[in-house]
């Protein structure tokens, strides 16, 4: 059985970038692309390992902003206000916590645009994989608190929009 570009594009993605992990000890290929969809990087570039932490940081700033709307929903969606009040001050804290982890990691994002160095790429992905382990249980914690649905579950009739 043939097997179809994309599998033989994926295993070369997987080669390249082992030469990379085995060079500068890197996460395994599995569990990066896990977290942070690397298999989507394309092959085609001299500097795999910045393309690598270009897409890491696209998912990253996405959490970012995310949580961002969270810690001051002034110009959040409205359903964000029902959710957000499930959270404590604990909550809000751990989470204020993890967003100037991100955010102090997206401004040295920034400088690893301006200036490349193979091995501060590396450095940066061991990094990032090493802190969103940590921040993972805690994150999906919160996450969690916002999605449930088993408080109180009372029609509110005395909210007229008529």
Known sequence: MAKDKEDVDLDE?????????DKYDLPE?????EYFDVEEV????????????IV????ITNYLR????????????IFFFKVIKKLDSKDKEN??????????LEIEMVRLDLEYDEKKEAEFIKNIF???SQIKVDVLRI???????SENKREDKSSYFG
């Open 13 to 21: 993605l997987k080669k390249a970038y082992n030469k990379f992990k």
């Open 29 to 33: 290929f599995t569990k990066l692309n």
């Open 42 to 53: 394309n092959l085609d570039t001299e500097f795999l390992l910045r393309k690598i932490r």
């Open 56 to 59: 890491i940081s696209e998912k």
């Open 66 to 77: 995310f949580f961002e709307t969270i810690l001051n929903p002034s110009n959040a969606p």
């Open 95 to 104: 989470l204020s916590k993890i967003y100037e982890q991100l955010g102090n």
């Open 130 to 132: 090493k802190v969103f």
């Open 143 to 149: 996450i969690n608190k916002m999605l449930d649905n």
